[in-house]
């Protein structure tokens, strides 16, 4: 995954909500990358199965599986994602669980930003190797 944009920006100085806002789509994309490259499926199988991976509750589920890999500034991210106040929860998850899920959404966000790819792949792979 390579970005898109040439210019560049500090994601330190983000908010954990715009962090998470970036992070959630590049984790929904490789999620639609992996389903895709898996097998010609249609697109409502593929949907069924992206939804399996990208839900409150097994995002919830693979911060946890990662908490212990990440770095110190990693785990800052995650917290400072997983601890920012939201003005909704989805009314299929439980306030936790959405809340560790942008915490992870937030990392993504700030690797993504940080063009730490190869980071986000190793995690990543991490995740789909525990599912």
Known sequence: MEQFLENQCNPKQLSPQT????GDSVYD???REYLAKQAN?????????????VNCKAQ????QLLLSDLTE?????YKRGRNATTQNTPKNANVADYHSAT???ALFGYLYLN???????ELFHKILSNT
């Open 19 to 22: 962090l998470a806002f970036v």
């Open 103 to 105: 915490g992870l959404e």
């Open 73 to 77: 500034e990693e785990v800052a991210v």
């Open 29 to 31: 994309l490789l999620v």
């Open 41 to 53: 499926r249609p697109v409502g199988e593929l949907n069924k199965l992206k939804v399996k991976l």
């Open 60 to 63: 919830a589920g693979y911060a």
């Open 115 to 121: 063009n730490e790819l190869p980071r986000i792949k």
